[in-house]
């Protein structure tokens, strides 16, 4: 099932959701933990079921579940047994069918829109060790040691009813590399494949972007290609070094510009994002075809995407 390729056959852009762990804090919730968002899975699910319909309600057309920083490593650390962390796991895909569900069956809501996709997010090894590394992508580890990593849980989270798999915040090649393969044993299951950057041309770890894109983008699996996690700055150069580099859909959705510091566990910095509509309009016209938020981005940040991004003319689109 690839559901962008289904939305745009029909409408011009998909439209992601936000930030959810921010969201999560900005709502109250303490997440200064190793499970981060996935925490409150087990703790406050219905805050999580609150801020999936927040963003529906803005116009988002996914929701990314809360299983970036959810493992089987992670929960039977936190004293769980291998099914109730599978369990939780899978509660990540029920919470955001749940709120699509709700959201959908309101008639009015299904106006001049998309029925919305759950997109599982897999996050990379480097969130599971919770200090920073999805930025950096130095963990050493070989793509049979992250494909035994990731395997079961990407089975879960499939067998759970994700529309498709986000791998997201990607600061490595090697990791690609082992998520492509692990797609190969779930067939027709789909992913989009994003990667955190270090600046207007290379990921996290250093490999330039125009030939990671190039490896992995011609998978049939990969339904797009793209960045998150990264400075809106960076935007438009990376766009343009996609498109050179791949005909399939281009899927951006940064944070706010600002800088996590894994010591203090705070953000600082200059926001980027203050003019979030004109920033993703100009995404868009440079060739970008999913676009959304991450860190420390809101729920009116994707009202204000929605707002120009529904204006647009209801036709088919070749990405």
Excluded at 13 to 21: F, N, Q, T, W
Excluded at 161 to 178: F, I, K, Q, Y
Excluded at 264 to 281: K, L
Aim: hydrophobic share 40%.
């Amino acid at each position: 099932m690839n559901p962008l390729a289904t939305i745009l056959q029909t409408w011009p852009l998909v439209i992601l959701d936000g930030a959810l762990a921010t969201e999560l804090e900005r709502r109250g919730a303490d997440l200064n933990d190793p499970l981060w968002s996935a925490k409150l899975v087990l703790e406050q699910p219905e805050l999580i079921a609150q801020v999936h319909r927040a963003y529906f309600r803005t116009g988002a057309d996914c929701a990314t579940t809360a299983s970036y920083q959810a493992t089987f490593e992670g929960f039977e650390k936190r004293g769980l047994s291998h099914a109730q962390a599978r369990a939780a796991l899978q509660k990540s895909i029920a919470l955001a069918r749940q709120a699509r569900d709700d959201f959908w069956r309101d008639e009015k809501n299904r106006v001049g829109r998309a029925k919305p996709f759950i997109a599982a997010s897999i996050g990379p090894f480097g969130a599971f060790l919770h200090d920073g590394s999805e930025y950096r992508g130095a963990y050493g580890l070989s793509e049979n040691q992250l494909m035994d990593f990731h395997r079961e849980r990407m089975g879960a989270l499939i067998d759970a009813g994700a529309d498709m798999l986000a791998c997201e915040t990607l600061p490595n090649l090697v990791e690609a590399r082992a998520l492509v393969k692990l797609l190969e044993e779930f067939p027709g299951t789909t992913a989009w494949f994003s990667f955190t950057a270090r600046d207007e041309r290379h990921i996290s770890h250093g490999e330039p972007f125009a030939d990671v894109v190039a490896e992995i983008a011609p998978h049939p699996q990969v339904a797009a290609i793209g960045v998150n996690c990264s400075s809106p700055r960076w935007m438009p150069a990376l766009i343009r070094i996609a498109r050179a580099a791949t005909a399939k859909p281009i899927v951006v959705y940064p944070n706010s510009g600002e800088t996590y510091d894994v010591t203090t566990n705070s953000w600082h910095g200059v926001i980027a994002c203050a003019d979030f509509g004109p920033q993703t309009r100009a995404w868009y016209e440079l060739g970008a075809r999913v676009i959304g938020g991450c860190c420390r981005t809101t729920p009116e940040h994707i009202q204000e995407l929605a707002a120009w991004a529904r204006s647009l003319d209801k036709n088919p689109v070749t990405t």
